[in-house]
Antibody, heavy 117, light 108 residues
Framework: EVQLVESGGGLVQPGRSLRLSCAAS????????MHWVRQAPGKGLEWVSG????????GYADSVKGRFTISRDNAKNSLYLQMNSLRAEDTALYYC??????????WGQGTLVTVSS | DIQMTQSPSTLSASVGDRVTITCRAS??????LAWYQQKPGKAPKLLIY???SLESGVPSRFSGSGSGTEFTLTISSLQPDDFATYYC??????????FGQGTRLEIK
């Protein structure tokens, strides 16, 4: 059974940093690209960042470029999102998602990030 | 970035109805489109990928069509479990993946 479990969310002040983790199991992690998607309270889905199976291709939404860094450790079956210079508008539930050829076929339950003073 | 526009934003329908949700892309995305269903407090669930391919385990009352800039998600006969929010997502312009704003399907 595929499982994606996010962790690392919490309450953080504006301008500070936070690192999210996603532990994957039930599939061959290093065969697939992985992504982070967020959802602000009561709002729609926003793609944040994605990384290819070997970290050779990485992308970011314009809203986080230069502030967030995605990475993965295939030996640990883990995905990460380093979030720096956090802003109030980064407040959201952050999901990690497994990619297939077109679309994201498995999602975690999310970890909540709240940016507030 | 490619913009995805869904219509309608809200749709009221009854059990047994046939419903269609439209998603338009600001430029051609070939068939690189997916549809998701999301229920309150839950993660999104993939329904359709590559515009018209049904994800494993998804009921056959769900179907997708379209290519280029215009796409549709059709539910042939609404069931009580189908009342949820639906999102389209384009996967053509990586890294600029984008979602539509969502369509809330509610009970009439």
């Amino acid at each position: 059974e595929v499982q994606l479990v996010e962790s690392g969310g919490g309450l953080v002040q504006p301008g500070r940093s936070l690192r999210l983790s996603c532990a994957a199991s039930g599939f061959t992690f290093d065969d697939y690209a992985m992504h982070w998607v967020r959802q602000a309270p009561g709002k729609g889905l926003e793609w944040v960042s994605g990384i290819s199976w070997n970290s050779g291709s990485i992308g970011y939404a314009d809203s986080v470029k230069g502030r967030f860094t995605i990475s993965r450790d295939n030996a640990k079956n883990s995905l990460y999102l380093q979030m720096n210079s956090l802003r109030a508008e980064d407040t959201a539930l952050y999901y990690c998602a497994k990619a297939k050829l077109s679309g994201f076929d498995y999602w975690g339950q999310g970890t909540l990030v709240t940016v507030s003073s | 970035d490619i913009q995805m526009t869904q219509s309608p934003s809200t749709l009221s329908a009854s059990v047994g109805d046939r419903v269609t949700i439209t998603c338009r892309a600001s430029q051609s995305i070939s068939s690189w489109l997916a549809w998701y269903q999301q229920k309150p407090g839950k993660a999104p669930k993939l329904l359709i990928y590559k515009a018209s391919s049904l994800e494993s385990g998804v009921p056959s009352r769900f179907s997708g069509s379209g290519s280029g800039t215009e796409f549709t998600l059709t539910i042939s006969s609404l069931q009580p479990d189908d009342f949820a929010t639906y999102y389209c997502q384009q996967y053509n312009s990586y890294p600029g993946i984008t979602f539509g704003q969502g369509t809330r399907l509610e009970i009439k």
